[in-house]
């Protein structure tokens, strides 16, 4: 297989601070806090035929992302919303991934960054499926690794320093052969994927861990109300690893895994089931605004 173009050697553009500027000249200093201490939140966001699904709502998750960690971000949502479509537009792209980051830069080096600038960057590229086996179902590890309590960490922002758990999950998860982990919380309790959230069915309900430690992503909120609009019910509650062994389906969502089908989780198997497929398809046409109000 041929490696991938490195990330940071490529053609295009990217907004960076306020203007477009050559994709290989979007460089930080080493000495960027962002780099020695996590000071730094980002989005991910898939554009459909040019449209970016929920943009303004990823705009705002970076603003109260940022405002969580205490940064104060030096461009407002709709702006945010323009640097994106901008940034579509300058790469000639409309299906692709949008990439949105928010950090502390080098104005201060140590723990306390009182002194440093907020920096904004918009990077977007063409990203196919997230899992190659999303249709077939992917199968997944448990990790050793677990989400952090909502005391210990700002688990409801997407920042980045809560990505290392991820990483090195699905790392020990790829090295035993998986294709991704599913993670449990501090409480031992189901709680998602590395970069996803999970669902389940049974007997024709949903059922889905509460999103008290980890993001409840737009991805999953758009599900429920896709749900919802069928009549189909909705079960938000802690869920315990044993129930696995219970549930028939087990699907993933996230803005770049979209409807992710679950083959295995641990020692649980599960079907690709109507109800995976129905949901895989429905958000399939929503996001390019073909599902109808019926
Ligand atoms: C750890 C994690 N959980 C859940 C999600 C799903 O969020 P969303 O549907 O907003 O993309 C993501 C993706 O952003 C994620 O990285």
Redesign the pocket.
């Known amino acids: 297989m041929a490696a991938p173009v490195p990330y940071d050697d490529r053609d295009g553009k990217i907004w960076f601070d306020g203007k477009l500027v050559d994709w290989r000249d979007a460089k930080v200093h080493v000495l960027t806090h962002a780099l020695h201490y996590a000071s730094s939140v980002f989005?991910?966001?898939r554009a459909y035929g040019g449209e970016i699904f929920e943009l303004t709502r990823?705009s705002e998750?970076l603003h109260k992302s940022a405002g969580i960690m205490g940064m104060e971000m030096p461009f407002s949502v709709a702006e945010i919303d323009h640097a994106c479509r901008q940034v579509l537009e300058a790469n000639g792209l409309s299906d692709a991934y949008v990439r949105p980051l928010a950090w502390r830069g080098a104005e201060q080096m140590g723990v306390s960054a009182q002194a440093t600038k907020t920096h904004v960057a918009v990077a977007a590229w063409e990203w196919g499926d997230y899992f190659k086996d999303k249709e077939t179902g992917i199968r997944l590890d448990i990790s050793p690794w677990r989400r952090p309590a909502p005391y210990t960490a700002p688990v409801h922002a997407?920042a980045s320093g809560?990505?290392m758990i991820?990483t090195m999950s699905r790392h020990h998860a790829q090295g035993r052969g998986y294709d991704d982990a599913m993670m449990l919380d501090w409480r031992g309790q189901v709680a998602?994927?590395?970069?996803?959230?999970a669902f389940f069915v049974r007997e024709g309900k949903l059922h889905t861990p509460t999103p008290d430690c980890?993001?409840n992503?737009?991805?999953?909120?758009?599900v429920i109300a896709l749900a919802e609009k069928r009549g189909i019910e909705v079960v938000e509650r802690a869920i315990w690893p044993e129930e696995l062994e219970d549930f028939e389906q087990f699907f993933l969502?996230?803005?770049?895994?979209e409807v992710t089908a679950v083959r295995s989780a641990g020692p649980w198997n599960f079907d690709v089931g109507e109800m995976t497929r129905m949901f895989m398809a429905d958000y399939a046409k929503l996001v390019r605004g073909q599902l109808g109000n019926g």
């Open positions: 989005e991910g966001q990823h998750r997407k809560l990505y991820c998602e994927g590395t970069g996803a959230n980890f993001l992503g737009i991805t999953r909120q758009t969502t996230g803005s770049a895994a």
